[in-house]
């Protein structure tokens, strides 16, 4: 098209006498608005002429979309917003949790709906058989193995996976590591002697309800405001203190209807 528009012969021809040329006609043509106006050889009609939009400066941020971040939803913060973990990375990530199966259950049903696979390394099979039978909707998208004995998962951004080490007080160093798109969650139900080393090493830790005395210590390994590490010890079933080296956050995690008819109520003791 742009070799025809650039040739004087190409449209209508000037009558003759008028003195015109093609392209001085093509100008005349394109000046016109109206419905009349004869189509520009070579670009099309005319398209509407409207006044352009524009926005004040200090308006700009009305036009903003919400966007929020990428990851599973673990509950509410205390604004009632949603609190998304953003557990599938492209980098090694650990967390800890201080705190009861019930959540630690919760966790791994979400992540495997985010399309994780979950590896569960564990000493109590059976708190765990009915979860894993009713996930995935027969699909074994969450596997039982007994302490020291998981496999290599080859995790990868197409297939990335979530082990959740429920192996006591006391837990072993695992044979399968945090590695790229491979998380660990190792589970405490308690504040035990291996906790300050898994405190110091995790990305991320949540702490649910503890004793005085633990929450004095919690408060001091993880350099928690004072109001914060007292308030550990009076959190109700379903609260978590998450905590990162920059951030915390109070989230309350309720159960929908499926996974309160599978796991039952929130609860911090099992």
């Not at 093509?26 to 509407?48: H, I, N």
């Not at 590896?119 to 009713?134: I, S």
């Not at 308030?231 to 209807?257: H, N, Y």
Request: net charge positive.
């Amino acid at each position: 098209m742009s070799h025809a528009a650039s040739s004087p012969s190409f449209g209508t021809p000037p009558r003759p006498g008028t003195g015109g040329t093609g392209r001085a006609a093509s100008r005349a043509a394109s000046r016109g608005t109206g419905r009349g106006t004869k189509p520009r050889f070579g670009f099309g009609l005319v398209g509407p002429r409207r006044d352009r939009h524009s926005v004040p400066l200090d308006q700009l941020e009305a036009l903003a979309l919400p966007v929020g971040d990428d990851g599973m939803v673990i509950g509410v913060d205390a604004e009632s917003r949603p609190a998304v973990l953003g557990i599938n990375r492209p980098v090694p990530y650990d967390i800890t949790l201080i705190g009861g199966l019930w959540t630690a259950q919760v966790l791994a049903l979400r992540a495997a709906a985010t399309g994780a696979r979950v590896a569960v390394e564990t000493g109590r099979a059976q708190a765990w058989t009915a979860l894993a039978q009713a996930a995935g909707g027969g699909q074994p998208c969450i596997s039982l193995h007994d302490v020291g004995r998981v496999p290599p998962q080859g995790a990868s951004a197409g297939s990335p996976v979530v082990v959740i080490r429920d192996c006591g007080m006391r837990p072993p160093r695992g044979r399968v590591v945090s590695a790229p798109w491979q998380s660990v969650v190792t589970l405490l139900p308690y504040l035990s002697p291996v906790a300050p080393r898994l405190l110091e090493k995790s990305s991320l830790v949540g702490v649910q309800r503890v004793s005085p005395d633990e929450a004095t210590q919690i408060g001091r390994i993880m350099s928690l405001p004072r109001h914060e590490y007292e308030a550990l010890s009076t959190l109700a079933d379903g609260v978590t203190l998450w905590c990162t080296p920059s951030d915390r956050q109070f989230v309350m995690t309720q159960g929908t209807d499926a996974e309160t008819g599978l796991l039952g109520a929130a609860r911090r003791m099992d």
